[in-house]
């Protein structure tokens, strides 16, 4: 569980996807653009988002679906939170809460 929140993308991932019962990469990673930029989703240039759903693609993705934390389809881009393991939804509050200053 620890690996899978190591990478700040993939923490800003899941934080998105606990929100939400599914989603799609380029809204994902135009979130995580805007928070790596503190900025709205919507002011983030096309490259930039592109550059986070490569990322999330090649590495973030395969890391969190092959200990079925996510679940995500390549080809149509959709992808959604599994059943966490015991005690995963706390650590990504806690992570969130930690990153929030709170």
Known sequence: ?????RGQRRRYLLYYL???DS???EDAARFIAARERDCDPAD??????????????HVHLPKLAEKNIVEYDPRSG???FQDPPDGMSDLIDLCY??????
């Not at 569980?1 to 929140?5: A, H, I, P, R, V």
């Not at 809460?97 to 709170?102: D, M, P």
């Open 78 to 80: 959709a992808m959604q």
């Open 23 to 25: 989603t799609r990469i």
């Open 18 to 20: 606990e929100e939400r």
């Open 1 to 5: 569980m620890f690996d899978s929140l």
């Open 97 to 102: 809460s930690i990153e929030q200053g709170e």
């Open 44 to 57: 983030v240039p096309a490259d930039v988002a592109e550059r986070v759903k490569v990322t999330l693609y």
